[in-house]
C-alpha cells in the first residue's frame, strides 16, 4: 500500500540554526500537506502544495514539492524555540492523507 | 478550539473492555476521519466517514467499527481492548485544500 517515510525521525538543533526534514512517498500525489503538533496537543496544518516543483514560504517555513510530485520538503530558517514539536508531511490518498513518520524537531536555546 | 469536539479527553478502561469514542466536525463538514496515533508514532489512518457513508478504510482492527449519525458527529467504537490499542485517538475534519481540522483527542489507556 502506499507509504510516506519522512527523514531525520529527530531534530536536535541550537536555536538560529536550520533545520530540514524530507518526505517521500511511494506513489506519485496529487497534492501533499504539512502539519506541526506540539508537545501533547494536535496536529494543526500548514500549508498544501498541488503542483510540480511548487515553493511556497511562510515567514522562516519554505516548503518545497518534488518535480515528480513523490517527495516534498519543509525547511525552517533560523529555528526559534517556539518551533519545538513534530511534522508531519501528509500525501494525497483515495479520500484520505496518509500521513509520514514525522520528524521530532527540539531547539535548544 | 479548533471547532472538532471529541469526547471523552481521557479514558482509562481494562483489557477485554469495550469503549465509544465521539466526534462533532465543524460545523458544516461532512467528513470525519480517524487516526490513531500511539506514543512516539505517526497518525494511522482508521476510517472516513462523508455524510454517514464509509468512504476509506485503513488498516483499522475488527474489533473496532465506526459510524457517523444524520447529525453528522461520529462514533468510534473498541471492542475487546487489547493494552496494545492504548493511543491518541484523534478525529478530523476537512474541507478541500485547507487541510484537516484535528480535534483535540482522545487519549485511551487500556490496563
Known amino acids: 500500500g502506499q507509504q510516506v517515510m519522512q527523514i531525520p525521525q529527530y531534530q536536535h538543533v541550537q536555536e538560529g540554526e536550520d533545520f530540514t526534514t524530507y518526505c517521500n512517498s511511494s506513489t506519485t500525489l496529487s497534492n501533499i500537506q504539512w502539519y506541526k503538533q506540539r508537545p501533547g496537543g494536535h496536529p494543526v496544518f500548514l500549508i498544501q502544495?498541488?503542483?510540480?516543483?511548487e515553493v511556497k514560504k511562510q515567514k522562516r517555513l519554505t516548503f518545497q514539492f518534488g518535480e515528480a510530485k513523490k517527495n516534498s520538503s519543509l525547511h525552517i530558517t533560523a529555528t526559534q524555540t517556539t518551533d519545538v514539536g513534530t511534522y508531519f508531511c501528509a500525501g494525497s490518498g483515495t479520500y484520505k492523507y496518509i500521513f509520514g513518520t514525522g520528524t521530532r524537531l527540539k531547539v535548544l536555546a | 478550539d479548533s471547532g472538532v469536539t471529541q469526547t471523552p479527553k481521557h479514558l482509562i478502561t481494562a483489557t477485554g473492555q469495550r469503549v465509544t469514542l465521539r466526534c462533532s466536525p465543524r460545523s458544516g463538514d461532512l467528513s470525519v476521519y480517524w487516526y490513531q496515533q500511539s506514543l512516539d508514532q505517526g497518525l494511522q489512518f482508521l476510517i472516513h466517514y462523508y455524510n454517514g457513508e464509509e468512504r476509506a478504510k485503513g488498516n483499522i482492527l475488527e474489533r473496532f467499527s465506526a459510524q457517523q449519525f444524520p447529525d453528522l458527529h461520529s462514533e468510534l467504537n473498541l471492542s475487546s481492548l487489547e493494552l496494545g490499542d492504548s493511543a491518541l485517538y484523534f478525529c478530523?475534519?476537512?474541507?478541500?485544500?485547507?487541510?484537516?481540522?484535528f480535534g483535540s483527542g482522545t487519549r485511551l489507556t487500556v490496563v
Open positions: 502544495l498541488v503542483k510540480s516543483g
Open positions: 478530523a475534519s476537512s474541507v478541500a485544500e485547507f487541510g484537516y481540522t
